[in-house]
């Protein structure tokens, strides 16, 4: 190895900007997978995404017509409550103002729901205004399935169990319900920067 190589990869390792990184979290280069379960495959032929709940009529998109909606690539921090972040993830997906454009609800909270029953809890003010999509997306390449595809949430304000993956819509509700996390006692809101694992922080 050459001293300009070992250069190179110690400043790629300290050149990070620590007000980048959440109180106790490490920076990562790789990719972990963190899935309570398998995989789930859904057909693209059948799968859809649907808002329901809190409205007059749910809506739903196929995976064609997710596609033809604006897009938007992002390039975001994402921060596990075990404790890595990863720095600069580049996502292509839809944003949630666009799927929640002219909706009208009462509803302030959201329990997003995914293949294989999965489910996390948010409150819907934290999908608005440019702060979260459904991302197909990643590295310029379609959304692995390891890594939620065809498609996940993208909620990368908060912890990244937020972020579902597989999700297939959001159930609009007026009242809080806790998700899978949030029932074993991972933090009900999940803001990396207050550090708010567990229930309790
Ligand atoms: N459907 C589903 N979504 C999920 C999970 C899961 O187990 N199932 N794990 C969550 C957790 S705890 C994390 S940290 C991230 C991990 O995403 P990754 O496997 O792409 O790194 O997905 C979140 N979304
Ligand atoms: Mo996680």
Redesign the pocket.
């Known amino acids: 190895m050459t001293p300009i190589s070992r250069g190179f990869r110690g400043r790629r390792h300290t050149d990070v900007d620590p007000a980048r990184v959440p109180p106790g979290q490490y920076v990562t280069g790789d990719?972990?997978?963190?899935?309570?379960?398998p995989t789930p495959h859904t057909p693209l032929e059948s799968w859809t995404f649907t808002i329901r709940g809190a409205i007059d009529q749910p809506v739903s998109w196929s995976w064609d017509e997710l596609q033809a909606l604006p897009s938007e690539k992002v390039t975001v921090d994402i921060h596990?409550?075990?404790k890595w972040s990863k720095l600069d993830t580049e996502w292509t997906g839809v944003s949630l103002d666009t799927l929640l454009e002219n909706l009208e609800t009462s509803a302030e909270y959201v329990l997003a729901f995914?293949d294989?029953g999965?489910t996390t809890n948010v409150p819907l003010d934290d999908l608005r205004g440019g702060k979260a999509w459904v991302a197909y997306g990643y590295g310029g390449e379609p959304l692995e399935p390891?890594?939620?595809g065809p498609a996940r949430l993208l909620v990368p304000h908060l912890y990244?169990?937020k972020?579902?993956?597989?999700v297939r819509g959001l159930d609009l509700r007026e009242d809080d319900v806790p998700g899978f996390?949030e029932t074993y006692g991972y933090h009900n809101y999940g803001d990396p920067w207050k550090e708010q694992r567990y229930a309790g922080d």
């Open positions: 990719f972990p997978v963190l899935s309570a379960g596990c409550v075990t995914s294989g999965y390891e890594h939620g990244f169990w972020s579902a993956k597989w996390w």
